[in-house]
Structure formats: structure tokens, C-alpha cells
């Protein structure tokens, strides 16, 4: 007895096999109680009848129980409870993930995925599963490649050609673009030669080594070859992701089977027996690893029929109605349904759904409950990290580690982790701020690269974001730091009911005071927006990003009143180089100059330059991140307007800066554009002359600011 | 030069040196203060408003002077500072 629960003991904690934190664990235990109490009953009666023989029967029969009976009875009761045992194991639940899979592991009519709608009936089997992967094994072991790009729309295809390639122990390589340059980056990245295994016609021309898994799906293999399904090591089988990655420079990030098994693993210790209720459908294309993770290994490890075909729209939910289906989407997806859904939702039956890629607003979560039924799950990871943490905000905005999460704050304030998922000692750290509570959980604080400082006072731009939705009459607020003058921040908010309802009819300077005085607790006075907008909806693309330079594209400034206020001259300013003729180059400050693009005389001319990061104008303002300050910028339109349209004889000098309009940082080294027009007026005028000026890149796609300054003439050279 | 007339421009000052948004200067409250809460201005302005107002007013606020906090507690508190010290 003591040996038999030593090995169940054994098998809690360890192995293959293991039993806490499985699928089956509530059922085992369940047994486990049975078989405890009929055993206990059993001694209870086997000690009560030996007891009896001892007292009250002649001393043969007390030899014949409990020398013999007894434990024969045992040995019964032994074998009773085995065959009872085996009959329950089948019937239990398990999680089979793909490195540990058999061919038996299923019923050969289990379902694994299906077109449509369940009930349609056009669904791939288990047997079909089999016969599939043998057919493309064939395939992709005639290929000398060890690497293999594996693009598949359909996750039915992508399954089985996920699992052909891992069984042949190649090396996978996924992508959600796929283009054939794209496929040429990776397959150099790769650094060696590339086949391509897709169900897109289109990707085959992509590449030399290209095979078409829903051909070579037409003729599965049939038993035997279907009966055979060579094992996949969960450590030496390799995935490879291809990511945009958050700079734009795309990154090939590597984690074996097990890592993300491991992760499969967490969600299915902590919410498998309420998904095995549910069929599957995705949102979240399988390239990426969260589609990888919950779209594809998830169900396939539980065992619940997942669709084949990615739902593409919010719209689409409504097909979802009648069973109970387990949602895999993504905020920006999610915030879409709210809009679109009929009213009074979308009538699901016990809807399951997680989001992961980005934060959901409590706001809408609350309103995807509305109309979706059920809170959304949050998953908190990356592409390096897999999944790292999980909240149901409606309890709070706490992330709660998975298991196995090692969690630490850098110097810089971010998110430093290790878990199975990462491979490595080090860990990975994040760029995401956190604060780190003491039960192990953690909140996030917003982007470490949110993180400016506004004369010399730093500031996370998510924080004061957060305050302003604190107030409860904002759904949505973004805030950016701009300067002209100074540094300061600006807000861009947009108003939820509530906040419209309040602030209906009243004077803007009003509202402004109003959110002021909200944030006026817990900001210093420097970093409370000096600038609002009260926008309808903030600038976004279609994944939901935010597209900070538009944000602040808002806060340009209106033009300038026209006329100017008569101002004393002011003092020339002190002594350039001496004028240079008329040449190709100009001379700007600090020993540098600019070559002349177009010079139509005596109003129009561009010239072009650049600033080496060594300039003194990137001094010290922002240190690390260099920008080209008003003051340098109106220096270098003087430096170029003196030179080329003083009259003869005559210097221009300023009369007054008007306005300047910050549109993109000038970078160090950037090639620059800068376009000068002088206004036209009558020769004798004594009224000062304005000057309109744009800074561009060369071709003029970015436009970097755009301004105007006055300026008079005097007699001689300065 | 009378008291309103004073507040007036000490007000437009205020809006064009600052370039505040949203606001006219007749919206500026005399007894209402400058800083923290009220108009919201913070230390940057200050250094800004003061330079405006020594161009304008020549009156100056140097950097020992504890008093300044006092002169620029509100509109009224600054034309008070700025006759006594043009009347000087």
C-alpha cells in the first residue's frame, strides 16, 4: 500500500506523466478519495471479522482467516480497484500535447477541427490527422531543407503541417506577412536554404523550394503509414518567430517546443476544465506565437474542435451563436464588436474568450461582457516571453503571474522576467513599466519609452494618461510632450457620455480647469497638460496603435494674429562671417554650411544641409535624444536669409520671431530641406518683411516645422 | 495710468507671453492666484512672465527677493508691486 501512493506521490509532481496541475487532476483526485474510504472500510471490517476469530472461534479458523482469507480478500479488493481504475482513465480527460502524442492517444473519430459551423458536419478526425501528417512527411522528408517556412490560413492545414514538420525535426519558421521579399529576408536570415510549406497559391512563387499543402493533403496515406507517427522532442524541436518586433526592424525570435508547450501547459492547469466545454475559433492568425499558442497547440493538447477558418470580422461573432464557443481575439478586434454588435448583443451561449497583444480599457471590457457575454481573460506576454501574466480586470488591473514566473523591477523602473517559456538564464526584460506588489502580483504602468521629461522633471505619459481616466468622464486620453518655448505636456481627450453630458455648453478654458484641478493631487504644476483637445476619436491605425505624431498634430498652433503689435527693433544680432558672394554655399553658424537647392531671386530659395550630432544645437536639451530646438532653427533661417536676400548694400536683421510649428524631431545627420519665401511688398516700406519658412526632408515627406520671422533691413554691412 | 487699466495689461501680458490657449485676458480673475490651482501657472512661467513684465513694466524680480512668490500671488498682487515700484 505505502508503495503504491509513494509512486502516485512520485507521479504528482513529476514526469511525463504528471498528475498536479494536469487536465485530469480534479478527476484523480476525486478517485483518489473513493479508493481511499473503500480501503479504510475494508481493514475496518477485515480487522473487526479477525478480531471476532480471535475472541470467538477455535484457533484453525483463526489461522485460515487470517492466514489466507484475509489476504485474499486483499489481493480481491487489489484487482477490483485496478479494473475500476482503468475504466476510469479512459473516460478522464487528458492533455495531450504534441510532443507527447501516440497514435492511439484519440479515438479515431474524435474531432479535432471542422469547417464552419460544428454542426455542419465537415470536420477532420483524429484518423484524418494521422493520415494527413504521414502524407506530408513524405513530402517534407524527400526535401534535403532543415529549415521550412510554414505559412497555412486554414488551421486545420496549419496543424498538420505544424506537427509533419516537427515530427521530421525540422526547424519552423513563421511569419504573419507573407510576401516574396519578405520570404527572401527570411530565408536570408535564415542563412541557409529555405522550403516553403503553404496553402496560400499565391505565396508558391515566392520561392524555389515551395510545397502546396492542400494538394498534397488530397491523397493522405491510409493505415498502415497512417499508424505510425514518429515522437517529437519537446527540446530539440525548434520554432522559430518572425516578428515586425516593436522598432520595425524585423527579428527572428527562437523557442523550442517545450517552451511553448510549457505555456499551453499553465492555461490548461488553470482553465482546461471549463475549455473542454467549448469549441474553439480564433481571431489571431497563427503566425503569431499568441495565435500559435491558443489557436492551434491549445486545442489540439485539450482536445476540443477547433474552427479551421479564422474569423476575420467583429461581425462574424454572430455565427458563434447556439454552442458554446472559447474565443481567442485581440483588444483592438474586441473594441470593434462592442460598435458593430446588435443590440442587446451578440446572444452567445456561455462564451469563453481571451484577448492578448495590448491592454483592454476597463470601459471596454465592460462592454465586450455586454455584448459578448463573459469578461475578457487578458493575457500579458510577448513573442520572447510567451505568456508571462493574466487578469480579469473586472477584479482589479493586477496581472497574476502563470506559474513558474520569476519576476524583478530593473533600475529603469521595467518588467524583468524568466519563466519556462524563455529560454536562458538572464531572463528577458521588457520596456514596460511595472509595479511590483507584495502578494507577486503586478500592475503595468505603461511603456518605459512613454517616459519624458518636461524641464527636467520626468514623467510617464501613461501615468497622467491613467490619472485623466481616473475622473470617470473620459474614455480615452492621450498625452504628448511637445515644446516651443518650452517643454510641456498636452493632452488630447476624448470625452465618454458622462463627460459630454457635463461639459455640454461650457466654455473650453472651463473644461480645461476642470481636468487641471483633477490632477492637480498628484502632478507637479509643470506637468499638468497646459494644452487640451477635445476630440471625438483619437488617431489610430487599424491595429489599434496610436499614432503619436498625429496626436500632437493636434496641438498645432492657430496662425498668429495678424497685424503685428509694433515692437522696438531689436538689437542686431552679433557679428557673423562676413557676407559671402553669392555662391552655391551658405555660411550657417557654428562652421557649417548649406548648399543652395533652387534660388529664384529676390523672394524664393531652398537650401539643404545637415546637422552632425556633434552640433552644439543637440546640446543637452533632451540628453540621449537630440532635437533641433526653436531658437537653432530660427538661428540657421536667419543665418540663410541674411546671406540671400539682404538687398544690396543693405542687412537684413530680425525684427521679431512669429511663430514656429513643430511637426517631426529633426534628427542628427538627417538631410535637410529648408524652403525660404519672402513676402513681397512695396520697396519704400518701413514695416517689417516676413519671412515664411519650412523645414523638410529633401523630397518633402516629412515635414519637419514650418514658421514665419519678421525682419527689417539697415543700411551697411552689420 | 488707472488700477483696472494697469490689470488689463498686466493680463494681456499674461496671454500673449505665456501664449496661454482657451483664454481671454478679461477671463483672468484678479483675486484668483496665478500658480497651483486658479490659472495653473507653474516655475517656467514664472521665469517667462517675469521677463515679459521687465520689458514691459521694468520693475524686476531678482532671484534673492523672497517676496516674489508674494508679488505673484494674483493679478492684484502684481499691480500693487508694479505701481509701488514705478512710483519709487
Known amino acids: 500500500m505505502a508503495f503504491r501512493f509513494a509512486l502516485l506521490a512520485d507521479k504528482l509532481k513529476k514526469g511525463p506523466h504528471k498528475i498536479k496541475g494536469s487536465l485530469g487532476e480534479k478527476y484523480v483526485a476525486a478517485y483518489c478519495r473513493k479508493v481511499t474510504l473503500a480501503w479504510c472500510l475494508f481493514f475496518v471490517l477485515n480487522g473487526s471479522v479477525s478480531a471476532f476469530t480471535v475472541f470467538a472461534l477455535p484457533e484453525a479458523a483463526w489461522a485460515l482467516y487470517n492466514g489466507g482469507i484475509s489476504y485474499i480478500l486483499m489481493g480481491a479488493f487489489f484487482a477490483v480497484e485496478l479494473a475500476i481504475r482503468n475504466i476510469k482513465d479512459k473516460t478522464t480527460p487528458r492533455a495531450i500535447p504534441l510532443s507527447a502524442f501516440t497514435p492511439t492517444s484519440r479515438k479515431a473519430d474524435a474531432v479535432l477541427c471542422y469547417s464552419g459551423a460544428f454542426s455542419s458536419g465537415k470536420h477532420l478526425t483524429w484518423a484524418d490527422f494521422l493520415a494527413g501528417t504521414a502524407a506530408l512527411r513524405r513530402v517534407v522528408e524527400a526535401a534535403p531543407q532543415r529549415r521550412w517556412v510554414l505559412y497555412c490560413q486554414d488551421y486545420g492545414h496549419f496543424l498538420l503541417a505544424y506537427a509533419a514538420l516537427l515530427q521530421c525535426n525540422k526547424e519552423v519558421w513563421l511569419s504573419a506577412h507573407l510576401s516574396a521579399a519578405y520570404v527572401a529576408e527570411m530565408a536570408a536570415e535564415a542563412q541557409e536554404e529555405t522550403a516553403l510549406l503553404c496553402d496560400d497559391e499565391a505565396a508558391l512563387g515566392f520561392w524555389p523550394c515551395s510545397f502546396y499543402v492542400p494538394r498534397i493533403l488530397e491523397a493522405p496515406l491510409t493505415p498502415p503509414h497512417s499508424q505510425e507517427a514518429p515522437p517529437i522532442h519537446a527540446q530539440a524541436s525548434h520554432i522559430v518567430i518572425y516578428t515586425s518586433g516593436t522598432t520595425g526592424n524585423p527579428k527572428a525570435v527562437c523557442h523550442s517546443l517545450g517552451e511553448l508547450e510549457a505555456d499551453n501547459a499553465f492555461i490548461l492547469a488553470q482553465w482546461g476544465e471549463e475549455l473542454l466545454k467549448h469549441k474553439l475559433c480564433s481571431t489571431v492568425s ?13 486545442p489540439f493538447t485539450l482536445g476540443i474542435p477547433f474552427r479551421r477558418e479564422r474569423l476575420e470580422c467583429a461581425e462574424s461573432f454572430a455565427q458563434l451563436a447556439g454552442e458554446p464557443h472559447c474565443i481567442v481575439s485581440v483588444p483592438a478586434l474586441l473594441k470593434r464588436a462592442v460598435e458593430v454588435a446588435p443590440e442587446g448583443g451578440f446572444g452567445l ?6 484577448s492578448s497583444g495590448g491592454a483592454i480599457p476597463l470601459q471596454t471590457a465592460a ?57 536562458g538564464e538572464e531572463g528577458f526584460v521588457t520596456g514596460d ?51 516651443d518655448k518650452r517643454q510641456f505636456l498636452a493632452a488630447a481627450v476624448v470625452l465618454n457620455a458622462a463627460g459630454k453630458k457635463r461639459f455640454e455648453n461650457m466654455p473650453k478654458r472651463l473644461v480645461n480647469a476642470h481636468f487641471r484641478e483633477h490632477l492637480q493631487p498628484f502632478l507637479e504644476n509643470t506637468l499638468i497638460p497646459k494644452r487640451w483637445r477635445y476630440v471625438e476619436a483619437l488617431p489610430q491605425n487599424p491595429q489599434g496603435k496610436r499614432l503619436q505624431q498625429e496626436v500632437a498634430a493636434l496641438f498645432a498652433p492657430p496662425a498668429p494674429p495678424a497685424p503685428l503689435p509694433p515692437l522696438p527693433p531689436l538689437p542686431p544680432l552679433p557679428p557673423l562671417p562676413p557676407l559671402a558672394p553669392l555662391t552655391k554655399t551658405l555660411l550657417l553658424p557654428h562652421g557649417l554650411a548649406a548648399s543652395l537647392r533652387e534660388y529664384s531671386p529676390p523672394h524664393t530659395a531652398s537650401v539643404m544641409f545637415s546637422l552632425p550630432e556633434s552640433s552644439p544645437y543637440f546640446d543637452g536639451h533632451f540628453p540621449g535624444f537630440a532635437i533641433l530646438p526653436a531658437v537653432a532653427q530660427f538661428e540657421l533661417v536667419y543665418a540663410c536669409a541674411r546671406q540671400l536676400f539682404s538687398p544690396p548694400g543693405e542687412t537684413l536683421f530680425v525684427h521679431s520671431a512669429q511663430r514656429i510649428k513643430f511637426m517631426a524631431r529633426v534628427a542628427p545627420d538627417a538631410p535637410l530641406c529648408l524652403e525660404l519665401r519672402l513676402e513681397k511688398q512695396a520697396p519704400a516700406a518701413q514695416t517689417p518683411q516676413r519671412l515664411r519658412f519650412a523645414l523638410k526632408s529633401p523630397g518633402g515627406e516629412t515635414v519637419y516645422s514650418t514658421g514665419a520671422i519678421a525682419f527689417q533691413t539697415s543700411k551697411g554691412p552689420p | ?28 480673475v484678479d483675486t484668483e492666484p496665478l500658480f497651483g490651482e486658479g490659472l495653473g501657472l507653474d516655475s517656467i512661467d514664472a521665469l517667462e512672465l517675469g521677463v515679459a513684465l521687465k520689458k514691459k513694466f521694468g520693475v524686476t524680480f531678482s532671484a534673492e527677493n523672497t517676496d516674489n512668490k508674494k508679488h505673484f500671488a494674483s493679478i492684484n498682487a502684481l499691480a500693487a508691486y508694479i505701481e509701488a515700484e514705478s512710483g519709487q
Not at chain 1, 288 to 297: A, D, W
Not at chain 1, 349 to 354: D, G, V, Y
Request: hydrophobic share 45%; aromatic share 8%; net charge negative.
Open chain 1, 433 to 483: 513599466l511595472v509595479d511590483l506588489l507584495e502578494d507577486g502580483r503586478f500592475c503595468l504602468q505603461g511603456r518605459a519609452d512613454a517616459v519624458v521629461k518636461i524641464e527636467e522633471k520626468r514623467v510617464s505619459l501613461t501615468e497622467v494618461e491613467n490619472r485623466l481616466l481616473l475622473c470617470g468622464l473620459v474614455e480615452e486620453a492621450a498625452v504628448v510632450a511637445l515644446e
Open chain 1, 349 to 354: 451561449a456561455s462564451p469563453w474568450l481571451f
Open chain 1, 367 to 423: 462592454a465586450v461582457e455586454r455584448v459578448i457575454g463573459v469578461w475578457p481573460i487578458e493575457i500579458y506576454g510577448s513573442t520572447e516571453t510567451a505568456g508571462v501574466a493574466w487578469r480579469q480586470s473586472k477584479a482589479g488591473a493586477e496581472w497574476t503571474p502563470f506559474e513558474g514566473v520569476q519576476l524583478w523591477k530593473t533600475e529603469e523602473g521595467c518588467l524583468g522576467l524568466n519563466s519556462p517559456c524563455i529560454g
Open chain 2, 1 to 28: 495710468m488707472g488700477a483696472g487699466e494697469l490689470k488689463l495689461e498686466i493680463k494681456q501680458l499674461i496671454v500673449s507671453a505665456l501664449e496661454l490657449e482657451d483664454l481671454q485676458p478679461e477671463n483672468i
Open chain 1, 286 to 298: 497563427p503566425h503569431h506565437i499568441y495565435g500559435l499558442l491558443y489557436s492551434v497547440m491549445l
